[in-house]
C-alpha cells in the first residue's frame, strides 16, 4: 500500500520554462508535506515544505501547492534551471508518527 | 556544522556476512532515521531512533536487521548474515525535532554491494 505516489517517472523541460512535478497521497492523517532534490550518488537535500493547513508555499522559484480534497500536491519550479536537473521526492509525514513516507521520485532534466 | 556522516560510503560483502553502518547526526539533533533505497525504487523507511530508544521500526524487515542509537556515539544499522537482495543505498537522516514539518537532514548514504 503505496501512501505517496509520484506517478510520472520523468519530466523533461526546456530551460527557462516552468516544471510541475506531481504528487498524490491517500493518508488523510499526513499534516505536512516537503519535497526533496537528490543528486546522483549524493543524499536529498530539502526543499520545501507545507502544512496542511495551507495551500500554497513560495520559496524563491519554488512553489508547491496543496489540494486537501484532492489529496494532491504539485511543486513547481519557474524558471527552470540546467542545474534543477535531478530526482525530486514528494515525502509526507504525520507529526505524531514521526516517520516521513517518501514516493518514488520523479527524474527531471531541464535541457539548455 | 557539520552534516550528517555515514560511513562506509561503499561496503562489498560476501553472502552470509555482516554490514555495518554507521551515522553521525548533526550536531544538536537527536532524531535519526535509516532509509533504504533499492535500485530503481524510491525511499523506503526503516527505522526511526532516538538516544537509547527506538521509536518506530515499522520499516525493518523481521529477521537479520537490527538498529541502535546508543547514548555515546553514532546510530549503527546491522545486517546479519547478508544476501543479495539487500544490495541498496541506505540513507540516514536526523532532524533536530518531531513536531512541525520536520524536514530530514539526509547523509551521502552508504552503498552495500552483496557478492
Known amino acids: 500500500d503505496q501512501q505517496v505516489k509520484q506517478n510520472s517517472p520523468s519530466l523533461s523541460v526546456q530551460e527557462g520554462r516552468i516544471s510541475i512535478l506531481n504528487c498524490d497521497y491517500t493518508?488523510?492523517?499526513?499534516?505536512?508535506f516537503l519535497w526533496y532534490k537528490k543528486y546522483p550518488a549524493e543524499g536529498p537535500t530539502f526543499l520545501i515544505s507545507?502544512?496542511?493547513?495551507?495551500d500554497k508555499n513560495e520559496d524563491g522559484r519554488f512553489t508547491v501547492f496543496l489540494n486537501k480534497s484532492a489529496k494532491h500536491l504539485s511543486l513547481h519550479i519557474v524558471p527552470s534551471q540546467p542545474g534543477d536537473s535531478a530526482v525530486y521526492f514528494c515525502a509526507a509525514r504525520n507529526t505524531n508518527a514521526g516517520k516521513s513516507t517518501f514516493g518514488d521520485g520523479t527524474t527531471l532534466t531541464v535541457k539548455p | 556544522n557539520a552534516g550528517v556522516m555515514q560511513n562506509p560510503r561503499h561496503l562489498v560483502r560476501r553472502r552470509g556476512q555482516e554490514a555495518r553502518l554507521r551515522c553521525s547526526p548533526m550536531k544538536g539533533h537527536s532524531h535519526v532515521y535509516w532509509y533504504r533505497q533499492l535500485p530503481e525504487e524510491g525511499l523506503k523507511f526503516m527505522v526511526y531512533?532516538?538516544?537509547?530508544?527506538?521509536?518506530?521500526e515499522s520499516g525493518m524487515p523481521k529477521e537479520r536487521f537490527s538498529a541502535e542509537f546508543p547514548k555515546e556515539g553514532p546510530s549503527i544499522l546491522r545486517i546479519q548474515q547478508v544476501v543479495r537482495g539487500d544490495s541498496a543505498a541506505y540513507f540516514c537522516?536526523?532532524?533536530?525535532?518531531?513536531f512541525g514539518s520536520g524536514e530530514l537532514f539526509f547523509g551521502e548514504g552508504s552503498r552495500l554491494t552483496v557478492l
Open positions: 493518508n488523510s492523517m499526513f499534516d505536512y
Open positions: 507545507i502544512s496542511s493547513i495551507k
Open positions: 531512533l532516538q538516544k537509547e530508544n527506538i521509536i518506530d
Open positions: 537522516a536526523s532532524s533536530p525535532r518531531s
